[in-house]
């Protein structure tokens, strides 16, 4: 159904699915698993690889010569998409949002934004205060006017295009779990994208496991609901039924100060997954997604018998503009 839509390989796919018996011993409760989309393969790897598959055709057929988006100072999405571009031989243009006050001088030049350098793409601050989108569209319009074609690619690249990335990845995962007996999907949620391809892909390849978010930035109703509604939207967009709302869950207890601010459970968590299982988590995104994991298995959420996939999104690019907070 997914092989109907264009796509351009950018990454290794299907990623691995491993089954963590250190963590799973550790932690005396369900079986836990875990698909490395850390792992596909594009400049350190992540889950925006899969979105932009699906996106850059897109931005190819309107012979776009820019591809302009927006993201946090030390955005993964913003990493990969220069990376996409480099391949692509298109200029690449990105507006960063700073979202972390009193930012050190590693989280505002290494990491992530390093490697935005040497994928050779443009980098522009946006002024605090101004909604980060709408500065990015000003600066497409003077591009137009000196006679360039943007394509914009939305935070995060959640829209229509993005989310076929994970419906896809839902079809992966069904051909590992062939007899359905994964219980729960967990992962770290923000712009929505990737829930939302996963909770579109489980109607549609029929999958029975719960998927629960592990929200990084908002707060639970505000996370389901935007998560809902691109999940709608890419139902109409592949032409199957909507969701029902309650098939979209978020947790926002593991939030902690706000996004990207180090929390404890997140500092056990990375160093949990390092030193049983040698897998990188990262500070913003996958470490709190794996503490609310940790959290919810301690405090018996699950049954024994279950069986937990966690989704490893990436990030791990991000750590040397965090590594102040593990010292
Ligand atoms: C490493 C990592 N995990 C998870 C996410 C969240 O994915 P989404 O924005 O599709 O909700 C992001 C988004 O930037 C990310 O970089």
């Not at 946090?72 to 960063?96: D, E, F, M, P, Y």
């Not at 946006?126 to 003077?142: L, N, R, S, T």
Request: hydrophobic share 40%; glycine share 10%; net charge negative.
């Amino acid at each position: 159904m997914i092989d109907n839509f264009p796509r351009i390989k950018l990454g290794h796919f299907p990623t691995p699915i491993e089954y963590l018996a250190n963590i799973t011993e550790y932690l005396d409760g369900p079986e836990i698993f875990i698909k490395r989309d850390d792992c596909t393969g594009l400049a350190t790897g992540g889950n925006k690889t899969r979105k932009l598959e699906f996106i850059m055709p897109d931005a190819l057929n309107s012979k776009a010569d820019l591809i302009v988006t927006v993201g946090a100072i030390q955005s993964n999405h913003v990493r990969q998409t220069a990376a996409s571009c480099a391949i692509l031989g298109i200029k690449c243009l990105v507006v960063l949002e700073q979202r972390v006050a009193n930012a050190t001088e590693a989280y505002m030049n290494s990491g992530n934004v390093f490697l935005n350098q040497l994928f050779d793409a443009e980098m522009v601050l946006c002024p605090i205060g101004i909604d980060v989108e709408e500065y990015a569209h000003e600066i497409m319009d003077k591009k137009r006017n000196e006679g360039k074609n943007p394509y914009f690619i939305p935070v995060g690249g959640s829209n229509h295009l993005g989310e076929l990335g994970y419906i896809e990845c839902m079809r992966e995962i069904k051909e590992y779990d062939k007899d359905g007996l994964f219980t729960h999907i967990l992962l770290a949620t923000g712009s929505g994208g990737t829930q939302a391809g996963l909770v579109a892909g489980k109607n549609i390849y029929k999958s029975k496991a719960q998927i629960i978010g592990i929200s990084i930035k908002d707060n639970k109703n505000d996370q389901e609901e935007k998560v809902f509604k691109l999940t709608n939207n890419s139902c109409d967009y592949v032409g199957e039924d909507h969701v029902s709302r309650n098939e979209v869950i978020a947790f926002d207890g593991y939030v902690g100060g706000g996004y990207a601010i180090p929390t404890e459970g997140m500092m056990s968590a990375v160093k949990l997954m390092a030193r049983k299982e040698a897998i990188l988590l990262d500070p913003v995104y996958t470490g709190k997604a794996f503490a609310g994991l940790v959290d919810l298995v301690q405090k018996r959420h699950f049954k024994k018998t279950d069986k937990i996939l966690f989704i490893h999104t990436g990030g791990s690019a991000a750590f040397p503009a965090f590594e102040w907070a593990f010292k």
